[in-house]
């Protein structure tokens, strides 16, 4: 992660919420040492984990989102001014139901492509303009889907990651 001292970084949790830290808050570690857990930097609850860390220079910049992607296939879309009421407790995020968890949150300019990865070897390749971008404490909609016919959940999302459209997949 490579940013300046008075950027901020953005910590997205397993549980949808996001929490933050000027760069400059962080310790500084020597070259051997084993560096400090973030849990005694951010007020994480139980069983919370850091999913993704995104370092902004200013959280009112024009034309930049946050896409986020669940466990259970769902993507949101927000613009990263939706995040700017920053408060120390954190603020949601995303909802999300009982059973999903967030898996990765990736800054975009809103012309980008997504690729998500499921558990089953599935992926899904889109433009990130077909998703509509929603507010701060939304669901979002469905990026990939891992149900059968019946509705029982066959597989699980595992990875999302943020492609420009001139870039092609080596196999």
Same mark, same amino acid.
């Given at each position: 992660?490579?940013?300046?001292?008075?950027?901020?970084?953005?910590?997205?949790?397993?549980?949808?919420?996001?929490?933050?830290?000027?760069?400059?808050?962080?310790?500084?570690?020597? !070259?051997?040492?084993?560096?400090?857990?973030?849990?005694?930097?951010?007020?994480?609850?139980?069983?919370? !984990? #850091?999913?993704?860390?995104?370092?902004?220079?200013?959280?009112?910049?024009?034309? @930049?989102?946050?896409?986020?992607?669940?466990?259970?296939?769902?993507?949101?879309?927000?613009?990263?001014?939706?995040?700017?009421?920053?408060?120390?407790?954190?603020?949601?995020?995303?909802?999300?139901?009982?059973?999903?968890?967030? #898996?990765?949150?990736? @800054?975009?300019?809103?012309?980008?492509?997504?690729?998500?990865?499921?558990?089953?070897?599935?992926?899904? !390749?889109?433009?990130?303009?077909?998703?509509?971008?929603?507010?701060?404490?939304? #669901?979002?909609?469905?990026?990939?889907?891992?149900?059968?016919?019946?509705?029982?959940?066959?597989?699980?999302?595992?990875?999302?990651?943020?492609?420009?459209?001139?870039?092609?997949?080596?196999?």
């Amino acid at each position: 992660l490579t940013c300046c001292t008075h950027d901020i970084i953005l910590f997205f949790t397993n549980k949808g919420q996001m929490r933050w830290l000027k760069a400059y808050e962080i310790p500084e570690g020597a !070259r051997d040492s084993q560096g400090k857990a973030l849990i005694n930097l951010l007020d994480l609850s139980e069983g919370e !984990r #850091i999913r993704a860390m995104i370092p902004v220079a200013k959280m009112d910049q024009p034309g @930049l989102f946050v896409i986020m992607a669940t466990r259970n296939g769902i993507i949101k879309k927000s613009p990263l001014a939706a995040f700017k009421n920053l408060r120390k407790k954190g603020i949601i995020a995303i909802n999300l139901e009982d059973d999903n968890d967030l #898996i990765d949150a990736k @800054l975009t300019n809103g012309s980008q492509e997504i690729l998500l990865s499921a558990a089953n070897g599935m992926a899904c !390749r889109f433009c990130e303009s077909d998703i509509r971008s929603t507010g701060r404490n939304s #669901i979002g909609v469905r990026g990939m889907q891992l149900r059968d016919k019946t509705g029982k959940l066959v597989s699980e999302l595992v990875a999302m990651t943020v492609v420009n459209p001139d870039d092609e997949l080596l196999v």
